[in-house]
């Protein structure tokens, strides 16, 4: 169904991506930004970068505007950073990044985490997101009933039906309400409370199957592929080209990758080596060298080094252990500038 | 389409499943009724007196059956059943079943939802279909993210392939994990919708706010009745659910949130009283007193929620005790448990 929903500023692609890199995935973002320069060279990329200053240059050689998080005014952003650690915050900044495209006149919005790689033309995925309010990638297929794995199962339960390392968006009420809900849900609880149900920014993901009419469940294997639907999925190189289940795989996420330790394909499924994966282990090779091509040694010793903000963060994970769940529990800015000075008086 | 309606109730909740059956039946004579009996036959409970054909516990022919009644309590095992039930009506060979909870007051007629099952392969209800309002909303969703997107009382297959694959990982997910444990992310057979979406691409999911009212959704739903007409946003409301209703607190919406009360529920309320006054026809007074049969050994002991625990912890161990309810034998679980946890039975399990 095609929505009659355009903000209705006139741009020249309606169509746009971003993501959010901190300063230890500035090797990461770099490869993402490069692969997919190879296959849609003109589509507009926004980053926001939580990093140094000097990493600004080299991305937007890549065709990328770059903007400083310190430079950005999204709602409750001063909370979040006292708040949430760096990988609390790039996945609390999700909502918000989508409706800054919006409010910067793109019809359309896509999401991609900065740890995915390119490798084919994302057209036909960024059709449907076109088509549809809200496009979200199951982290299974229907192929999954038939070989369950228990695994899998439990982390999903915990994790969410939905990844959220792509999300696209079209702009219309429905998103709109949808982003902005999401948005003051995750100013506060962008957590990993399993007991409470929740999962950084990915379990209120789940809700969109309840609360977005038009969602569509984007269920390409090619687009958003991940070491969690690999045992499922028939994967072969042929030429340099990657193809799953006969399809090209335009998008891979190499979720829990650490190059530094390239024979694990993921730190969140420990025994899962890369050698024992067929022809997708050709594939992690190939990332790990963009990586190292990329300058991932240098972006080791950075931490997620947030400029201007990071030592208050540093001082606000002091805080948050010396008062406990009082800090996140709060909503108001005057709580905070109140919690602010006990701790400031006890320093 | 040959269409089915069904039910799961053990016996001392078959008046609820009474009133479901008999709303269901005003609006679709035309259409059979089936109550899936979680418990042992009882002289009060007979497929020609009532508004639902019965159907024993052991036509589903759930695998390990004697196994699957201990591992778990009476209401976990009439959960737990749920995709057995829907397998076999399938099976028989009807082309659709409507699966309602026992305590479920049927409104309207349900052609719309029998349309769109012609076109899905499986229809799941949201709690929600829009972010909840109010003070508690955060506490609502918190919830829902607790215990699953969709609501388990209301669910309906199809006879195809792709159902059916999502209907046996459903069985095998329900025979042995259909439990109450949050931390796990568990929540008995209900979870595991969350799943469906993903794994049945032609899943649909219901967005009419007439079905599936309940006391989650009732803030939003704003039900009205006219003429003796329920309707929930204007549109009929077909479907209202009673989730956690209890006959003997009639104040109360749910025992799962007893600040609700149910004056507060505007109209609604209305609807609580007509609900409390059929399931007094269906005599909820005498089946609520029907003892569970299968919460005790064949000697007469109780069977203790601590004892299906440990009978679940010892996973395929349990296999060599044969039929677990059985007391006699130095191999049964009677024995082992007077062995191991004597603690755990009535007197220490000495004498």
Redesign the interface.
């Known amino acids: 169904m095609r929505r009659t929903c355009w903000s209705g500023v006139a741009v020249a692609e309606p169509l746009a991506v971003t993501t959010v890199i901190a300063a230890n995935y500035v090797a990461q973002g770099r490869v993402m930004v490069r692969s997919l320069r190879r296959f849609h060279p003109d589509v507009p990329l926004y980053i926001v970068l939580a990093g140094p200053r000097d990493s600004v240059g080299a991305l937007e050689q890549l065709g990328a505007k770059v903007v400083l998080l310190s430079e950005m005014r999204f709602p409750g952003l001063r909370g979040m950073l006292l708040r949430y650690d760096c990988k609390q915050l790039c996945a609390a900044l999700k909502p918000s990044l989508l409706g800054w495209l919006f409010d910067l006149g793109h019809g359309c919005a896509v999401f991609v985490d900065p740890d995915v790689l390119v490798l084919d033309t994302l057209e036909p995925c960024f059709r449907v997101v076109l088509e549809h309010a809200l496009t979200l990638t199951?982290?299974?297929?229907?192929e999954?009933?038939?070989r369950?794995d228990e695994h899998l199962?439990?982390t999903?339960?915990?994790a969410g039906?939905f990844n959220g390392g792509f999300i696209g968006a079209t702009d219309c009420d429905e998103t709109r309400?949808f982003l902005g809900?999401w948005r003051r849900?995750l100013r506060t609880h962008c957590v990993e409370e399993?007991?409470?149900?929740?999962h950084f920014d990915q379990?209120?993901l789940?809700?969109a199957?309840?609360?977005v009419?038009d969602l569509h469940?984007l269920?390409d294997p090619g687009c958003n592929a991940a070491y969690w639907r690999l045992p499922w999925l028939e994967l072969e190189e042929r030429a340099g080209t990657f193809f799953v289940q006969g399809q090209p795989l335009r998008l891979f996420h190499f979720s829990g990758y650490d190059a530094g330790r390239p024979e694990f394909a993921s730190r969140f499924r420990p025994g899962w080596r890369v050698d024992e994966l067929g022809p997708a282990a050709a594939l992690f090779r190939l990332y790990q060298r963009l990586l190292l091509e990329e300058g991932w040694m240098d972006c080791l010793d950075r931490g997620c080094g947030l400029p201007q903000t990071y030592k208050i963060v540093r001082l606000a994970r002091q805080v948050r252990r010396l008062l406990g769940g009082a800090l996140r529990a709060s909503h108001r800015p005057g709580d905070l500038l109140r919690l602010w000075k006990v701790w400031c008086g006890r320093a | 389409m040959r269409l089915a309606a069904a039910t799961i109730a053990s016996r001392s909740r078959v008046a609820l499943a009474r009133a479901t059956a008999l709303t269901f039946r005003r609006f679709h004579p035309e259409l059979p009724f089936f109550l899936l009996l979680a418990d042992e036959p009882h002289e009060s409970i007979r497929s020609e007196q009532e508004p639902f054909e019965i159907l024993p516990f052991c036509e589903i022919q759930a695998p390990e059956e004697s196994r699957f009644r201990f591992r778990y309590g009476e209401l976990e095992l009439s959960y737990a059943a749920t995709p057995f039930l829907i397998g076999r009506l399938l099976e028989l060979g009807f082309d659709g079943v409507l699966f309602l909870k026992q305590e479920t007051l049927v409104l309207d007629r349900l052609d719309p939802l029998f349309e769109l099952l012609a076109r899905h392969s499986i229809l799941l209800t949201?709690?929600?279909?829009?972010?909840p309002r109010g003070r508690d909303a955060?506490t609502r969703?918190?919830n829902?993210?607790?215990a699953g997107?969709?609501n388990g009382g209301v669910v309906a297959f199809s006879r195809c392939q792709?159902a059916r694959?999502?209907l046996?990982?459903w069985q095998?997910?329900t025979l042995r994990l259909c439990l109450l444990e949050?931390?796990?992310?568990?929540h008995y057979e209900q979870?595991w919708l969350?799943?469906f979406?993903?794994?049945?691409?032609s899943c649909g999911?219901v967005?009419d706010p007439g079905i599936n009212v309940g006391h989650w959704n009732l803030a939003e739903r704003r039900i009205a009745v006219r003429d003796g007409r329920v309707t929930a946003c204007g549109v009929p409301c077909r479907i209202f659910r009673f989730s956690g209703y209890e006959p003997h607190r009639p104040d109360w919406v749910t025992r799962y949130n007893p600040e609700l009360r149910v004056e507060s529920t505007g109209e609604a309320a209305g609807v609580f009283r007509r609900y409390q006054l059929l399931l007094e026809e269906c005599g909820w007074r005498h089946t609520f007193g029907l003892r569970y049969a299968w919460e005790y050994f064949d000697n007469g002991e109780r069977i203790t929620p601590a004892m299906r625990r440990l009978y679940r912890l010892l996973g395929d161990e349990v296999e060599r005790f044969g039929n677990p309810f059985l007391s006699a034998g130095e191999g049964s679980f009677y024995s082992w448990l007077r062995s191991h946890a004597p603690h755990l039975l009535v007197g220490g399990g000495r004498g």
């Open positions: 199951p982290h299974i297929g229907p999954f009933a038939e369950p199962e439990h999903l339960l915990m039906m309400r809900w849900r399993v007991r409470e149900g929740m379990r209120w789940d809700l199957a309840a609360f009419a469940i269920r | 949201p709690h929600f279909l829009e972010p955060f969703e918190r829902v993210l607790r997107v969709f792709e694959r999502v046996d990982w095998q997910k949050v931390e796990e992310g568990l979870r969350d799943f979406p993903s794994l049945a691409p999911i967005r």
